[in-house]
């Protein structure tokens, strides 16, 4: 884990970066040369599937190597709901059967990937989190799981999540709350609702994974586990086969280590069928330009209205420079719509839409909730349907409110949340880490959270970019851009077995 470097007043902000970056690659140079037998578990996927490529790495290799991760981290970790081994060496041999015969699909074939126990594959139990609904077989597959299948990715297993998917912190009082690796002596919020996601990344138990995102889902765990998240937007991927939490919010999307590997993932999801995945995604993403002509919107003088601990000011701030050096243009300018108002209204919206799903299990007393999840559904009782009309318009006045401000950016950066992932013993349930991420949801954007650092005491903390709907790929190439010029992504914490 990183120590945390002083911060020289006295120089120039090009020459502290500068500093920082020759500090922070050293570091990871030897931390690599130092644990050498592990250098599977953090790599990133495209650096996996030039070793796929090359014939150095068979999938059935590599898919053992995390099979052995999870079976020794998850019993403390508690990442993984289901880990489906059998079927997955099985795929791993047949794409390394297809690799052999020169028909490989593409980037991702043959590399493992963990998915949200939110979405069903055919003849497996999917949760959602909840204990009510063990025991119950699903009988289709979605099709963001056929979607990766057919690029040819494993998928090693289920991870778990929020119940419902309607929590920020990441917890579970019924199937248990995975622990963020980040911190190896307390219990720390691993992020949520899409905690087992972010957790099994960063713990090296796989090289990517999928979450959702109603108002951070995918964002806030990848914020407190120093992970890349891409929040997909709303509408653009098919949802068949994911449990709704409120759809006109619900999208989906990839947590990695990188904005490049995001970026891979983004294109398995949205690609036409039979479409070959190459390096290509890489060379489109980080073509040398660096960041010229592009304009990034940031909160003037940091005005953010709400309390953000100090760590991620100068994370996010530090972000800011990076891309300034990379050549964007800032603009401090306040956006149009009020972080407190949407939310306060997305969080009703989201109560009522939970209402309308699940109440009948709500009223239903001997059913086995979480009790803060049933609190936060009952809410939705209230939102009569004249409000709920109400909110779908704010929503979508929003939206064009949103688009047209950006008309005139490429994204908008802050804070991905207001501070480092709190102690479970000191976790307030009534609170929520989604002050700035429910924005994107709200606007109808995609969004990016990026790895911007540490706090003193060696937690990460994040940066978000807010963009434009259907605009992922121009927030992935400013991503991959900033993180050519930083290292935050590429560490990694310590693991007790």
Not at 342 to 351: D, I, T, W
Not at 432 to 450: H, I, M, Q, V, Y
Request: glycine share 10%; with cysteine.
């Amino acid at each position: 884990m990183p120590t945390s470097s002083p911060r020289i007043r006295t120089m120039c902000d090009g020459m502290v970066i500068a500093i920082r970056k020759v500090t922070l690659l050293t570091l990871t140079i030897l931390c690599k040369r130092r644990y050498p037998m592990e250098h599977y578990a953090f790599s990133t996927v495209g650096r996996l599937a030039s070793q796929l490529s090359r014939q150095g790495l068979t999938s059935a290799l590599l898919t053992t190597f995390f099979l052995r991760r999870i079976e020794k981290y998850n019993p403390r970790l508690n990442a993984f709901t289901v880990v489906f081994g059998e079927q997955a060496m099985r795929d791993a041999k047949d794409s390394d059967a297809r690799r052999k015969a020169g028909q490989s699909l593409g980037l991702l074939d043959g590399i493992p990937v963990a998915i949200k126990d939110l979405i069903e594959i055919a003849g497996t139990v999917t949760t959602g989190g909840s204990a009510a609904r063990e025991g119950q077989p699903g009988s289709q597959t979605a099709a963001l799981v056929q979607r990766l299948q057919a690029q040819g990715a494993i998928v090693i297993g289920k991870t778990q999540t929020v119940e419902f998917a309607f929590g920020g912190w990441g917890t579970n009082a019924h199937l248990g709350t995975p622990l963020n690796p980040w911190d190896a002596h307390r219990a720390r919020a691993p992020g949520g609702s899409s905690s087992g996601s972010a957790v099994a990344v960063a713990a090296g138990l796989v090289p990517c994974a999928i979450g959702t995102d109603t108002g951070g889902s995918v964002r806030i765990p990848a914020a407190f586990c120093s992970l890349t998240g891409l929040k997909m937007t709303a509408g653009q991927m098919d949802m068949s086969g994911i449990l709704p939490l409120a759809p006109m919010l619900d999208s989906v999307g990839p947590i990695t280590h990188t904005a490049d590997d995001a970026a891979i993932l983004y294109r398995a999801l949205t690609c036409e069928p039979g479409e070959v995945l190459d390096e290509s995604c890489h060379r489109l993403l980080n073509d040398g330009s660096g960041l010229d002509g592009v304009t990034l919107g940031v909160m003037p003088d940091e005005q953010y209205d709400t309390d953000v601990q100090r760590s991620v000011r100068l994370g996010v701030r530090d972000m800011v420079r990076m891309a300034e050096m990379a050549g964007a243009h800032i603009v401090r300018e306040r956006p149009p719509l009020s972080f407190d108002t949407v939310f306060r209204q997305s969080g009703l919206l989201m109560a009522a839409c939970a209402w309308r799903l699940h109440g009948a299990l709500v009223r239903d007393r001997d059913a086995s909730m979480d009790p803060f999840v049933r609190r936060r559904m009952i809410a939705g009782q209230a939102v009569s349907q004249m409000q709920y009309e109400e909110l779908l318009a704010e929503h979508q006045a929003a939206m064009g409110i949103w688009q047209s401000w950006m008309a005139d950016k490429d994204a908008f950066m802050v804070p991905t949340v207001p501070a480092i992932a709190p102690l479970l013993a000191q976790l307030d349930e009534a609170a929520s880490p989604a002050f700035f991420t429910r924005l994107a949801n709200w606007a109808g954007g995609c969004a990016l959270a990026l790895p911007a650092g540490f706090d003193p005491g060696n937690l990460p903390v994040s940066a978000q970019l807010v963009g434009k709907p259907q605009d992922e790929r121009r927030l992935l190439r400013i991503g991959s851009v900033i993180q050519s010029l930083t290292a935050w992504h590429s560490y990694s914490p310590t693991l007790h077995g």
